[in-house]
């Protein structure tokens, strides 16, 4: 759907079909042309004064301005406490331990606000993180090529975090404030978390707390890039090691040891294709809602020298699960890499214990009028909120993931003033679904 969509926006900009139209094509969603500018409509000057002029694009540019690579959040997170307060938020920063090796790093906070005014812990809860991946890049406002058709979608603003995920934070704030000044009774929360980039520990910090509103939740309004479709869910996750043991010995007498790469390398074969491997035959689960379950060996350790028979290697692997619990996937790969290695003389042991974060796949809900709907490959803060069951979750946000995490971070301002809409939207329907007490929790 996304590339019929993306071939379309490329027919209207008169661009010839390419031989490799996902490559070419990606590019024109998340690049504005690096190419010539033809005769810009804004100057520079006219540019700073739209954001200006504007409380959102502006709340979103100093939001990006601010270096948030997860760990170094504690600016960020003093901004976003100020803001709130400064417009009748009571808010909390809650500590959430700094990471490994980052010890000397001023400290972190989740920043927590609901209104001054209520009385009650919030039934709908908006979130989205304050951290990014690195490196920062700086925030710039610039014109796209004329290729875009209204004035709005010509101004892009770009820089590390500008999409993913301040852009949510931005147009979640806004939603928030906007559905306050109508109807200031709305039970709102915000929760602006750290660390989701790094495994979401600031997410986990905040749902074991009791701030977390648990027993009053009803909505969680999760903020991601999903170019402003409603995503139906996503994949699980599930980490693990593979680790050989073998014998150094001389590379001239290989008898003499025993090798770990030998030894890894079957374990490794098997591993690699478990996800195209029918279930009956020993592989990982498919979904039709999110297709197979994909494994990806990120990196492979091994040996000191060409010379020596290796007594060290191992692998690193993350499983995207389309279906099952993480724990049926574990004994999948465990079965596998067992019958793999069998009679073998090094030892090949699988470690489940190195990656904390395992979670089965994702479903959300999708029952609201308006939107496009979709699945995502990524993993979100969504598992690491602990709320009741029969809570409606959502997940929504401006721009695309895929220039969220690349050098060219950037979305244009129709897209982050849409999001406000959208947000509000699902606010709306949130609270209508209170009002008739349609709320299964
Ligand atoms: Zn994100």
Do not use: C
Request: overall charge negative; glycine content about 8%; aromatic content about 6%.
């Amino acid at each position: 759907m996304k590339f019929s969509y993306i071939t379309a926006a490329a027919i209207i900009a008169g661009v010839k079909a390419s031989p490799h139209p996902a490559l070419e094509q990606q590019q024109l969603l998340s690049v504005p042309s690096q190419s010539a500018p033809s005769a810009p409509s804004y100057s520079q000057t006219s540019l700073d004064d739209i954001i200006r002029d504007s409380p959102l694009l502006s709340l979103h540019r100093d939001l990006v301005k601010i270096e948030s690579i997860s760990g170094n959040e504690h600016d960020v997170g003093n901004f976003v406490a100020q803001y709130l307060e400064a417009r009748d938020f009571t808010v909390v920063k809650q500590e959430v331990p700094q990471v490994k090796g980052k010890e000397a790093t001023k400290p972190r906070y989740n920043i927590y606000a609901t209104p001054t005014s209520s009385t009650e812990p919030p039934s709908i809860l908006l979130t989205s993180h304050i951290d990014t991946v690195p490196p920062f890049i700086p925030y710039s406002v610039h014109e796209a090529e004329p290729s875009t058709t209204t004035e709005r979608e010509n101004i892009i603003l770009s820089g590390r975090g500008s999409v993913d995920a301040k852009g949510s934070v931005a147009a979640q704030i806004f939603a928030t404030l906007e559905t306050l000044a109508k109807n200031p009774n709305a039970n709102l929360g915000l929760l602006f978390v750290v660390g989701e980039e790094i495994g979401g520990d600031g997410m986990k910090v905040f749902s074991d707390s009791p701030l977390n509103p648990k027993s009053s939740l009803k909505t969680v309004i999760f903020g991601e890039p999903t170019e402003a479709a409603l995503v139906a869910g996503h994949k699980g996750m599930l980490g693990f090691k593979v680790l050989a043991h073998g014998t150094a010995a001389h590379s001239g007498y290989p008898w003499l040891g025993k090798s770990a790469v030998s030894a890894i390398l079957p374990a490794l074969s098997r591993v690699d294709v478990l996800g195209n491997t029918p279930v009956e035959k020993g592989g990982l689960p498919a979904s039709p809602k999110y297709g197979p379950t994909t494994l990806n060996i990120g990196v492979i350790r091994a040996g000191v020298a060409t010379n020596v028979v290796p007594k060290e290697a191992w692998a690193d692997v993350a499983v995207r699960l389309a279906a099952g619990t993480p724990a049926e996937a574990r004994e999948i790969i465990q079965r596998a890499v067992d019958s793999a290695v069998e009679g073998q003389e090094a030892k090949v042991v699988l470690d489940f214990t190195s990656h904390n974060e395992s979670y089965p796949p994702q479903d959300l809900d999708v029952d609201v009028d308006g939107f496009e709907v979709t699945t995502v490959n990524y993993g979100t803060d969504v598992p690491n909120l602990d709320v009741r069951a029969g809570v409606k979750r959502y997940l929504y946000g401006p721009g695309s993931i895929f220039v969220a995490h690349g050098d060219h971070e950037a979305l244009n301002v129709r897209e982050i003033e849409d999001a406000v809409v959208g947000y509000k939207r699902l606010i709306e329907a949130a609270l209508e679904r209170e009002e008739k007490g349609e709320v299964g929790v």
